[in-house]
């Protein structure tokens, strides 16, 4: 077998690979790093004209020096094993503050504060409450999850575990039961009783996740473990330079170690038949051409695989659909808070919570899953900038400019299909106006202006991922997340095609940007 020979497939080094990745996302390059550098040639395919995927940085604003990442924005599941392995040049900042809340009771406003301190956090709390009793409760709740993140987190670098042998590692049957088999909304109703903690805690639950703290699915459950035994620790950490600086040094790791990155090439079909090397059609800009590989890895999701094999999207399962609206704002300054007790500069730098009481989040789920915008739209932010300024030109830097991502939840695709952008717009307009109601003024003095005199703020709905990344019904985990454990393969990548394996977020233990799909991947393939 050889590749067509059009002017592009005659830029290919070979005509047969060990391994053709399909998808020159995070994990497609980790896939690639570490087959290239057991000896293995490698080719990876990449639709778009540049590596990285959702993990990528870039500048939105015309004529603004700022680096933002665009779509995935913070670090948890990646594991140091593999920045290790891989001898990537890529590091991250803890920051200082865990979250923010603002509220507001009496008529007087405030704000809860976790970090600073435990001594801080306990008073915080205390003023919140009027008691002890919640923060210990919340030491208590985080203390079970840290034991339980120490024990699983491990595992998701290693051969997939049987459920029975997961919970042998867990050994706590509590833990085991409050996570793996009861909803989540019984285990936070049961040990807070204040609805802005119980927000706070579930909110974890539902990044990217359509649930309810109820859902018999445990969707909500599946979501929850994930944010928080990242690192044996759940910390989510500010990647140094951005996003895109993790998928650079993975790219660059993966050329250094001799695989080829063919981008502007779109994968179409794969042929197979299981016991002989696979072929890959692709498709650039002069033609299409063929490729050959003893083994095919696909970091897409399980549906878009499903396509490439010729076989029915059911066969993937039921249609993922996305639930997030994704803000990037740059700002002159970060805005005054009505709560005069904590410095913008502290409020920002962790997760700023914005109506995510835990009664407002059943009501936007409510409201949403009616087919509703929710009314009172919940959102989390952060500022990159202030843990790390240098995605800041210095001009900027040193005139004060800030960053802002916010993460909206319970926004599913449906409610975009009719009119995707009036619908945007009206969300972006209530979503603003909730963020307001904790500031002593409005976000929009404070935007900053690109070169053509235009607010720097952009918005994505879960069909604008759809569109610009092909994540189906724009779901950020490809399809909901899976349970750390299972009876898929050895390493839970394998599919019903002897050579081909699933590398990208949908694969077992999949989802976030961890690099433990691609890290699985090569290790089924180098026999581990």
Request: glycine letters at 12%; proline letters at 6%.
């Given at each position: ?202 909110t974890d639950a539902l990044i990217g996740t359509f649930a309810d703290a109820h859902d018999p699915s445990l969707a909500q459950n599946r979501c929850f473990l994930y944010h928080v ?120 730098s962790g997760t700023f919570h914005v109506a995510e009481g835990y009664e407002q989040l059943a009501r936007a789920h409510a409201e949403a899953a009616a087919g509703e915008l929710p ?154």
């Open positions: 077998m050889t590749v067509n020979a059009d002017a592009d497939s005659r830029g290919l080094a070979h005509d047969v690979y060990d391994a053709v990745i399909v998808g020159a996302g995070h994990n497609g390059l980790v896939a690639a790093a570490y087959l290239a550098r057991a000896g293995r040639s490698v080719l990876v395919l990449e639709r778009l004209g540049h590596p990285g995927g959702a993990a990528v940085s870039a500048r939105p604003f015309a004529g603004v020096d700022a680096r933002l990442s665009r779509y995935s924005y913070l670090v948890s599941l990646l594991p140091e094993k593999i920045v290790r392995d891989l001898g990537l040049r890529f590091r991250v900042r803890r920051r200082t503050v865990s979250s923010y809340t603002p509220f507001e009771r009496g008529g007087r406003p405030g704000g809860l504060l976790v970090g600073g301190g435990e001594d801080r956090t306990r008073e915080s709390f205390a003023r919140l409450t009027g008691s002890d009793r919640e923060y210990e409760a919340w030491r208590a709740f985080y203390a079970t999850t840290g034991r339980l993140a120490r024990r699983v987190f491990p595992t998701l670098t290693e051969p997939l575990p049987t459920r029975e042998e997961l919970r042998a590692r867990v050994d706590d049957e509590a833990a085991w039961r409050m996570l793996f088999e009861e909803p989540l909304g019984r285990a936070v109703e049961e040990r807070f009783s204040d609805d802005l903690v119980r927000g706070i805690v579930l035994i990242g690192g044996g620790t759940g910390d989510w950490d500010v990647p140094v330079g951005g996003m895109g600086a993790l998928t650079d040094a993975l790219a660059e790791a993966a050329r250094a170690a001799g695989a080829q990155i063919a981008t502007g090439h779109e994968a179409l079909r794969i042929h197979t038949d299981g016991t002989s090397p696979a072929e890959v059609s692709f498709r650039t800009a002069t033609g299409e051409g063929t490729v050959v590989g003893r083994d095919v890895l696909v970091n897409a999701s399980p549906r878009a695989l499903a396509e490439l094999l010729g076989e029915a999207p059911g066969t993937a399962g039921p249609a993922p659909e996305g639930a997030q609206f994704k803000v990037n704002m740059l700002l002159r300054r970060l805005p005054r808070l009505r709560d005069t007790s904590v410095d913008p500069r502290e409020a920002f009314s009172v739209p919940p959102s989390e932010i952060y500022c990159h900038s202030l843990t790390d300024p240098t995605i800041l030109g210095p001009e900027l830097s040193a005139q004060g400019f800030q960053t802002l991502t916010l993460f909206g939840l319970h926004t599913p695709a449906r409610l975009f299909e009719k009119d995707n952008r009036q619908t945007r717009e009206v969300l972006l307009t209530a979503t603003l106006a909730q963020l307001d109601a904790g500031l002593a003024e409005p976000l929009t003095d404070c935007l900053a202006f690109d070169a053509d005199g235009r607010p720097c703020i952009e918005a994505k709905t879960p069909l604008d991922l759809e569109q610009e990344l092909r994540l189906p019904g724009g779901h950020i985990f490809h399809r909901d997340l899976s349970w750390p454990y299972g009876e898929t393969g050895r390493w839970g990548v394998e599919t019903a095609h002897p050579r081909v394996l699933l590398c990208g977020a949908g694969a077992v233990r999949g989802g976030g940007v961890s690099g433990i799909p691609g890290h699985n991947a090569a290790m089924a393939l180098l026999g581990h």
